[in-house]
């Protein structure tokens, strides 16, 4: 019975919501923990080691991040199988994390029964996806994306740096990031930096430190 088990990795960078997880996985009769893990680094070498059936994955770890750990393990096994759980919310985090390869995300306040339905379901191949989190990327799909530059300058923008100290970070011209400052509002729909910040951190297209 126990070789027919799914085989589960956890990875949380606190060690509580990793001991509260085993328990409740502890209890199936079909589900057995491999291993668990608090960094991206070690869920990584962990994953080569055991080779789990699925990888519950969350997305704030140290150093390595979850999305960068998602898509090393992917590297690793193309056909992993990977489930997000996370406090982030936002829309742009999980269209990231479903684009790395997770094959779905889950929201650490929607538990209980949920988590065991979705890891069976992962398990046997379907995409297993909450309508809540359906919701969020058909909102996103809606909505213009910023590009790449434009997220950077809306980090730099959030940790307090002027248009001026901007230009100097990256390296171009102060009218430049006039230019995408001006975008940034016009796809958040706000009026000024401080609401912009706010948006972009609330929908997770930027993360900075607490």
Not at 2 to 28: S, W
Not at 133 to 152: G, W
Not at 159 to 166: S, T, V, Y
């Amino acid at each position: 019975m126990a070789k027919n088990r799914i085989r589960i990795l956890c990875v949380d960078d606190h060690r509580l919501v990793l001991n509260g997880i085993e328990l409740m996985i502890g209890r199936q009769p079909d589900m057995s923990v491999v291993g668990s893990a608090t960094t991206g680094e070690e869920a990584v070498s962990l994953f080569q080691q055991h080779r789990p059936d699925i990888t519950l994955m969350d997305l704030q770890l140290p150093v390595m991040t979850g999305l960068e750990a998602i898509r090393a393990i992917r590297h690793l096994s193309p056909d992993a199988r990977i489930i997000v759980l996370t406090m982030y919310h936002g829309d742009e985090d999980i269209h990231r994390a479903l684009a790395a390869g997770a094959a779905t995300y889950l929201l650490k306040d929607m538990l209980s029964d949920d988590l065991m339905r979705v890891i069976r379901e992962v398990h046997a191949g379907q995409r297993a996806l909450l309508p809540e989190i359906q919701v969020r990327l058909d909102e996103r799909a809606t909505r213009p994306s910023l590009t790449p530059r434009e997220v950077q300058v809306t980090e730099l923008v959030g940790r307090g740096l002027r248009n001026k100290e901007i230009a100097t970070e990256l390296r171009i011209s102060e009218e430049t990031v006039q230019v995408h400052v001006k975008s940034i509002l016009t796809k958040l729909g706000v009026n000024d930096r401080t609401a912009a910040v706010n948006v972009a951190m609330r929908r997770g297209i930027i993360h900075l430190a607490q």
